[in-house]
């Protein structure tokens, strides 16, 4: 591996072998997200508890301002909205490699939807992402998307996560499931997981937990903590549970005494 690929992997995957990533990259197929309508002043009291920060291109150059010193993980698929039900989450590539350089960014995210009928076009974009990124040195975050009528278990996840590493990716992106460390286990890269929709504060800090005890490397959450009720104190608990190995119960103390202090 190049020097420049090391480098930018050890600015995502912290020296304990943890990451905690912050996703704000939502607006690129769902508009103005509950909880990122105003994505700066959201992202801002975030920052000293997050490791990477991934966004799409317009909301780093339009909410980001540049000398924010965080690891950019840069969303690098789109092309399809919520409204488009038949098509949801049909990706290709919405940004070029010499765009993330310019942008200065640590890795680019791309979503692949095994199983859809488009599977082939999301994997090819992928693949072509992954050749030019990988050319310049910056690594390939693959989020295995999971499209409607496909369930999010090991059987499935484990797939998806295994193609996209087999196909070039330097890390996958996932959901937690029942019997994770299957996932985890038939995937050489590391995994992170991703938050999914709200859940109790309660319950997320639990499956992070589950999630990291599996082997995942960490997470990449992003509604779980922006649409918190206490925001900071959420990532504050989920970075103690990535990075200092606290319990749930522990970590949602934490969270319940972030207000009073
Ligand atoms: C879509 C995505 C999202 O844009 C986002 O990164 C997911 O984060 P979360 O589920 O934690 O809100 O990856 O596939």
């Known amino acids: 591996m190049d020097w420049g690929m090391k480098n930018r ?73 919520i409204l488009n039900e038949t098509n949801l989450l049909h990706e290709g590539i919405v940004c070029s490699i010499e765009d993330a350089i310019r942008l200065n960014v640590s890795a680019v995210a791309f979503s692949i939807l095994v199983g859809q009928p488009f599977e082939r076009d999301t994997i090819l974009g992928f693949t072509q992402i992954i050749d030019e990124a990988n050319r310049y040195g910056i690594p390939v975050l693959a989020v295995t998307a999971v499209g409607r009528g496909l369930g999010k278990d090991a059987k499935y996840l484990s797939l998806a996560s295994r193609m996209a590493a087999e196909l070039g990716a330097s890390m996958v992106k996932t959901y937690y499931c029942k019997d994770f460390e299957k996932v985890v286990e038939t995937c050489p890269v590391p995994i992170v997981i991703a938050g999914g929709k709200k859940i109790p504060e309660k319950d997320a800090l639990e499956m992070a937990y589950n999630a990291l005890q599996a082997g995942a490397i960490g997470v990449d959450m992003g509604r779980n903590i922006f649409q918190s009720t206490d925001p900071v104190g959420m990532i504050k608990a989920v970075n103690a549970v990535v990075h200092k190995k606290y319990t749930p119960k522990e970590a949602y103390e934490l969270f319940k005494s972030n207000k009073k202090t």
């Open 9 to 81: 992997l050890s600015r995502i995957i912290k020296k304990d072998g943890h990451t905690v990533m912050l996703a704000v990259d939502h607006g690129y197929f769902m508009g103005p997200t509950t909880g990122l309508e105003k994505l700066d002043e959201t992202v801002k009291p975030l920052l000293p508890y997050a490791d990477v920060l991934m966004p799409t291109r317009g909301a780093l150059r339009n909410y980001i301002p540049p000398e924010t010193d965080i690891p950019i993980c840069l969303r690098v698929s789109g092309g399809t909205s």
